[in-house]
């Protein structure tokens, strides 16, 4: 099944030529955290209530304008279609409890914005899975803070979701075949590339990371470095994990994150005939199954 939704990057158009990840094991039923801050959240009565419908709970978050879209309340919304029971209140209490003890909040500038990326990726650990790039659990958001594992995107919206919480001007940046982050410091633009382990990059650099994912020279233009929209995101991720449950021909699952791309892209007809065409493919799986 083709990707639809073009027009949010060239990204979400074709997959990136990367090297194939191993087979891994499918993903667990990681439906709540384990740190204390989780716990503290469940005494207090703070989790999320489950939504009885969890399209209509996404349809809602995406519906306001796009400055007060919750990234990190729309990626938990995404992760609800691997795990439909899942809880968002311990995984935001996770992200707050980052924020709060990467100290970062208490400096400004550079120096919060380096304390951040020396917390997130030397401390915690978190680092980009190569290895393994195509497991779907790189791009729920409460695996990726489980398992401190994620793809570009996933780990440039904690950098992201974290970095907003500390007090830093911070924005995601969609490149071809790649995702990374920009921050406002001192009237300039920082790049840094959570994926590479919270490097800061300078353009020159970030055309030889998208030149190595797409296996040919890249001239990047300013433009590439332009602000991505908060639903443009969203639905970077959400074309990401649609080729990734078509590829496991999981059709139930792909016809969900379909609707959801229908939410971002109402009426587009690409994506109404890749629903059509996965429908078609769940009916004659089901069929052979019985």
């Not at 094991?25 to 999320?48: D, E, F, I, K, Y």
């Not at 470095?225 to 021909?249: D, P």
Request: hydrophobic content about 40%; glycine content about 10%.
């Amino acid at each position: 099944m083709t990707s639809s939704a073009g027009r949010c990057s060239s990204a979400s158009r074709r997959r990136p030529r990367r090297r194939p990840p191993r087979r891994g094991r499918r993903a667990g039923r990681s439906s709540s955290p384990r740190s204390s801050s989780a716990r503290r959240s469940r005494r207090r009565g703070s989790t999320t209530p489950l939504a009885a419908d969890p399209l209509g709970e996404f349809r809602d978050l995406l519906r306001r304008p796009d400055g007060e879209i919750d990234l990190g309340r729309a990626a938990l919304a995404i992760a609800r279609v691997e795990y439909p029971d899942l809880q968002g209140g311990p995984w935001l209490a996770r992200l707050d409890d980052l924020a709060e003890r990467s100290g970062a909040g208490a400096l400004g500038g550079r120096r919060a914005l380096d304390r951040l990326r020396a917390f997130l990726f030397e401390e915690e650990g978190f680092r980009g899975n190569g290895e393994e790039y195509y497991d779907p659990r790189n791009s729920f958001l409460n695996d990726v803070l489980a398992r401190r594992l994620g793809i570009p995107i996933t780990l440039s919206l904690v950098t992201m979701e974290v970095g907003r919480r500390v007090g830093l001007a911070i924005e995601g940046v969609g490149l071809p075949a790649h995702f990374v982050v920009t921050v406002s410091v001192a009237g300039s633009d920082v790049v840094v590339d959570p994926f590479g382990g919270g490097r800061v990059i300078t353009r020159r650099e970030a055309e030889a990371i998208v030149a190595r994912a797409v296996g040919r020279p890249v001239k990047l233009a300013e433009a590439h470095f332009a602000r991505a929209t908060r639903s443009t995101i969203v639905a970077r991720m959400l074309n990401n994990l649609k080729s990734i449950y078509a590829q496991r021909q999981e059709w139930r699952k792909a016809l969900a994150v379909i609707d959801r791309l229908l939410v971002i892209e109402a009426g587009d007809t690409a994506l109404l005939g890749e629903r059509s065409a996965a429908l078609v493919r769940l009916h004659q799986q089901m069929a052979s199954r019985n």
